[in-house]
C-alpha cells in the first residue's frame, strides 16, 4: 500500500485489528480504547502502544510486534499534542514503506511539566498513566517541598500518586524510618508512602502489587534509585544503574530516553529520565490537591478571598498559630502557587491583568503605610 493513500476497510482488515486488540490487552488495552479506535480499524489501519519517542520516530507495539513508524502525522505545533510514550497510536498495516503513525487516541490522563527553557513550554512526560511513582532517596536528607512539587504534577496529571522511600536499606533503624514516613505522610495526604529496598527485595512486593493493575510511570530526580526499582518490578536487569555520589546521593542520569515496559506481574511501567528541574504547569488544582489541609482551613477565613498572610480572621495563619499547620507547609504552599500563578499568566491575558491589579494595590498599601508611618508627611 502507497503511504500516503487511504486504506480501505476490508474483512482481513478487521480480523487483524481483532487479533491486535487481545495481544495488547497486557498492555493496557480496553473495550474503550477498542471503541475510540474503531474508525481507524474501519480504514484497516492497528492499534499499538507507543513504547518509545526519538527523533521524529516512536516504536510502537501492535498485534504483530514492535513497529518503527514515523510521526509526521501525528507532530502537531503544539508540544503538548507531540506523540508521547504511553500514547495509543493507529499505524499502517504491514507492508506500507514509509510506514506511519497516522492518529493518535485521545489521552485519558497526561503527565505535564514546564521546561526549564525561557519560553517556558509544556513537555509531556508520559501519557495514558493511572500510577505516578515517585521515588525518593533515603540516602540523602527528605526534600519535602521537592516531593510536594512532585505530587502537584502528579495530582494534576489524573493519576494517582504514590511515594516510594528508595533505598530503605540505608536506615537501619525502625524508629528513624518510620519517623521519616511520617513526614513525607504529612506532606503527602492521601498519598501511599511506601519503604522499598531494591538490594534486598523488602517493600518491593507490596509495590508490585500497586503497579499490577494499569500503568504506573516512575519519576524522580537523578539518584533516586529509579532504575535499581524498575530492574526489582521488571525481575531482571533490563535498566542500566550507576553509582551514586556519596555526598549529595546525587548520580548521572542512566535512563536517557522515556520506555514502556510490561511487568511480569502484570500493569505496565514507564521508566523517565531523572528530572532536575520539576516546574509546574498549569496546576492549580493539583496544588490544592497536595495541600487539601490548607484550603479545609482556608474554608473558615473570615474573607473568601484571603491570601493568608496578614489578614485579620485567616483560620490558616491561626492553624499556624497553634501548630496545627506547619509554618513550613504554608510556606511551601505559597510558592507553588506563585509560580503556577506566573506560568499559567504567560498564557493567559485576563490572570496577567490581575496579577497587575494585585501588584498595583500592593504596592498603594506599602506606599500608604510609609506615609502614615511618616505622620503624613511627605519629603522634600
Known amino acids: 500500500m502507497n503511504s500516503s493513500s487511504s486504506v480501505s476497510a476490508s474483512p482481513s482488515a478487521s480480523s487483524a485489528s481483532s487479533r491486535s486488540s487481545h495481544a495488547l490487552a497486557p498492555l493496557g488495552w480496553d473495550e474503550e480504547w477498542e471503541a475510540a479506535f474503531s474508525s481507524y480499524g474501519a480504514q484497516g489501519l492497528l492499534p499499538g ?11 510502537v507495539v501492535t498485534g504483530d510486534g514492535t513497529v ?46 514546564s521546561t526549564s527553557s525561557k519560553r517556558s513550554e509544556g513537555q509531556i ?22 516531593i510536594e512539587r512532585f505530587l502537584a504534577l502528579a495530582w494534576e496529571s489524573g493519576a494517582q ?72 518490578l521488571l525481575g531482571e536487569d533490563v535498566m542500566d544503574v550507576r553509582a551514586t555520589r556519596d555526598v549529595d546521593g546525587k548520580g548521572r542520569h542512566t535512563t536517557t530516553t522515556r520506555n514502556l515496559l510490561a511487568l511480569p506481574g502484570g500493569g505496565v ?34 474573607f473568601h478571598d484571603c491570601a493568608h498572610e496578614s489578614e485579620p480572621g485567616c483560620a490558616v495563619l491561626e492553624a499556624v498559630g497553634t501548630g496545627a499547620l506547619p509554618e513550613r507547609r504554608l510556606e511551601s504552599y505559597r510558592k ?27 504596592g498603594a498599601m506599602g506606599k500608604a503605610a510609609m506615609e502614615a508611618k511618616r505622620g503624613g508627611g511627605r519629603p522634600f
Open 49 to 59: 502502544r507507543v513504547v518509545r519517542v526519538d527523533r521524529g520516530q516512536c516504536d
Open 68 to 113: 518503527r513508524a514515523d510521526t509526521a502525522f501525528v507532530t502537531p505545533h503544539d508540544p503538548l499534542r507531540v506523540v508521547c510514550t504511553g500514547d495509543w497510536v493507529a499505524v499502517d498495516p504491514a507492508g506500507s514503506t514509509p510506514r506511519y503513525a497516522r492518529a493518535c487516541l485521545p489521552r485519558r490522563t497526561a503527565f505535564v511539566r
Open 125 to 146: 512526560l508520559a501519557a495514558n498513566v493511572d500510577h505516578a511513582v515517585i521515588a525518593v532517596s533515603l540516602a540523602v536528607e527528605l526534600d519535602l517541598a521537592r
Open 161 to 232: 500518586p504514590v511515594v516510594v522511600l528508595t533505598k530503605a536499606d540505608l536506615v537501619p533503624d525502625p524508629a528513624t524510618l518510620a519517623h521519616l514516613v511520617h513526614d513525607v505522610e504529612t506532606s503527602a495526604p492521601g498519598v501511599p508512602v511506601l519503604t522499598v529496598s531494591a538490594r534486598d527485595g523488602a517493600g518491593v512486593d507490596v509495590l508490585t502489587a500497586v503497579v499490577a493493575g494499569g500503568t504506573s510511570v516512575l519519576i524522580g530526580q537523578s539518584g533516586a534509585g529509579k532504575s535499581t526499582l524498575a530492574n526489582a
Open 269 to 302: 511501567l514507564i521508566d523517565t529520565p531523572g528530572l532536575r528541574g520539576v516546574g509546574l504547569w498549569d496546576a492549580g488544582s493539583g496544588v490544592g490537591q497536595v495541600f487539601s489541609e490548607i484550603e479545609e482551613f482556608a474554608e473558615d477565613c473570615r
Open 336 to 362: 507553588l502557587l506563585r509560580e503556577n500563578r506566573r506560568i499559567v499568566a504567560k498564557t493567559d491575558a485576563r490572570l496577567r491583568a490581575e496579577i497587575r491589579k494585585d501588584w498595583k494595590r500592593k
